[in-house]
């Protein structure tokens, strides 16, 4: 898979185990072609009559990396693949593309957490790894919003639920960018615009929340337990499905949030950030706490994905990157987020050692870092 002239340090670490630490389940059960092609890419519809999800960069990907995997040779049709995988079954498939990933450890978003979803645990035991949770906000305000009857119990009953929840979890996860932008008020808003805010929640809780306050309010109350517990907390920025606004989701957008958590030394891990990675990089360039991933970036790019990685690497420090496969749904995510990382860190690593810009074994400790160190430190794992 990677260059055969790539030096031998920097191919062991770019082969070593990967820490996953941005992910979430994949189905555990049998899929039709139409079910399969709905998790083909973030547009969740099916592909306009007499088309298919399979003919983009991901689909092609799929059958690129992941037929072989399946005992099938490199890109064999759509309808060929899915035969076998019916074959084999979803816990058989699931098992073989998330072992073939060589990640050691998955940290998984339990917020979308569903019966068809393998749990976090799951992912762990199919894919011969470590699992740990992380805690998306927004769904443990859903909870509360649910049960609570008024205001003063919403907030404490909020904050109650989050110190539960981080206790077993070892991040947090914001997806501020997908309810009210990232160009929100980075202050912390007052109690009382608090307490207006949460009583025209709690009129209708079913509703999602979109309210700025609420969602301020949320993300301070969990920064308040991120510092107690030293955990990082994560945050979708640019690339997602379409009920996002891009324009909205340019972590710059959120600068004046980041000061303001600087001298608490709270990690802020920057998800994705496609199309703004180079302002993901620049922010890990200038803010001790900020750290950058491209996970799904390069699955969804696929053929594409190495000069996303080269563009990231421009100028973000290598202390800083991390990788995620952000697999949802399908294993073969997976399994195509490690080959694209490895494939992309082993171009850009192998032109820097050939130019003499870096010794291999400098480019060996930067593939560590990016694969798993980082990770490790991040999250004390
Ligand atoms: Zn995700």
């Given at each position: 898979?990677l260059?055969?002239?790539?030096p031998?340090a920097?191919?062991?670490?770019?082969?070593a185990?990967?820490v996953?630490?941005h992910?979430?389940?994949?189905?555990?059960?049998?899929?039709?072609?139409?079910q399969f092609?709905?998790l083909?890419?973030?547009?969740?519809?099916?592909?306009p009559?007499?088309t298919t999800?399979f003919?983009?960069?991901?689909g092609a990907a799929?059958?690129?990396?992941c037929?072989?995997?399946?005992?099938?040779?490199p890109h064999?049709?759509?309808?060929?693949?899915l035969?076998?995988r019916?074959e084999?079954?979803?816990?058989?498939?699931?098992r073989r593309l998330?072992q073939a990933?060589g990640?050691?450890a998955?940290?998984?978003?339990?917020g979308l957490?569903?019966?068809d979803?393998l749990?976090?645990a799951?992912m762990?035991?199919?894919g011969?790894?470590?699992a740990?949770?992380i805690v998306?906000?927004?769904?443990?305000?859903?909870?509360?919003?649910?049960?609570a009857?008024?205001a003063?119990?919403?907030?404490?009953?909020?904050a109650?639920?989050?110190?539960?929840?981080?206790?077993?979890?070892?991040?947090?996860?914001s997806?501020?960018?997908?309810?009210?932008?990232?160009?929100?008020?980075?202050?912390?808003?007052s109690?009382?615009s608090?307490?207006?805010?949460?009583?025209?929640r709690?009129s209708?809780?079913?509703?999602?929340?979109?309210?700025p306050i609420?969602l301020?309010?949320l993300?301070w109350t969990?920064v308040d337990?991120?510092?107690?517990?030293?955990?990082?907390?994560?945050f979708?920025t640019?690339?997602?499905?379409a009920?996002?606004?891009?324009?909205r989701?340019?972590?710059?957008?959120?600068?004046g949030?980041?000061?303001?958590?600087q001298?608490?030394?709270?990690?802020v891990?920057?998800?994705?950030?496609?199309?703004?990675h180079?302002?993901a990089?620049?922010?890990?360039?200038?803010?001790p706490h900020?750290y950058?991933?491209?996970g799904l970036?390069?699955t969804?790019?696929a053929?594409g994905?190495?000069?996303?990685l080269d563009?990231?690497l421009?100028?973000?420090?290598?202390?800083k990157?991390l990788?995620?496969?952000?697999?949802?749904?399908?294993?073969e995510?997976?399994?195509?987020?490690a080959v694209?990382?490895?494939?992309?860190?082993?171009?850009a690593?192998?032109r820097?050692?050939?130019s003499?810009?870096w010794s291999a074994?400098?480019?060996?400790?930067v593939?560590?870092m990016a694969g798993?160190?980082?990770?490790?430190?991040?999250?004390r794992?």
């Open positions: 898979m260059p055969v002239d790539l031998d920097v191919r062991d670490a770019l082969l185990p990967l996953d630490h992910c979430h389940g994949v189905r555990r059960d049998d899929l039709s072609r139409a092609e709905l083909i890419g973030e547009s969740r519809t099916p592909a009559p007499g999800h003919d983009t960069p991901l799929i059958r690129r990396w037929a072989p995997v399946l005992d099938l040779e064999v049709a759509p309808a060929v693949y035969g076998r019916q084999l079954g979803a816990g058989e498939v699931n998330l990933s990640v050691v998955f940290l998984v978003d339990t957490e569903a019966p979803l749990s976090a799951e762990g035991r199919h011969g790894a470590a740990d949770e998306r906000l927004e769904q443990v305000e859903q909870d509360i919003a649910d049960s009857a008024v003063v119990d919403y907030m404490d009953s909020l109650e639920e989050l110190v539960a929840r981080a206790a077993r979890a070892v991040g947090l996860k997806i501020i960018a997908y309810r009210c932008g990232l160009d929100f008020d980075p202050s912390r808003p109690r009382g608090v307490i207006a805010a949460a009583n025209r709690l209708d809780p079913r509703e999602r929340l979109v309210d609420l301020r309010h993300l969990a337990v991120a510092r107690d517990r030293a955990l990082p907390i994560q979708h640019g690339y997602g499905d009920d996002l606004d891009m324009s989701a340019d972590p710059a957008q959120m600068t949030f980041i000061r303001a958590l001298p608490l030394g709270i990690p891990v920057l998800l994705h950030c496609y199309p703004f180079r302002q990089a620049y922010l890990a360039s200038v803010f900020v950058v991933d491209v970036t390069l969804h790019t053929a994905s190495a000069r996303i563009e990231l421009e100028l973000v420090p290598f202390h990157q990788f995620s496969s952000d697999c949802y749904g399908l294993a995510g997976c399994h195509l987020g694209y990382f490895r494939l992309g860190m082993a171009g690593l192998g820097r050692v050939e003499g810009e074994a400098d480019a060996a400790r593939a560590h798993s160190g980082n990770a490790r430190r991040v999250y794992l």
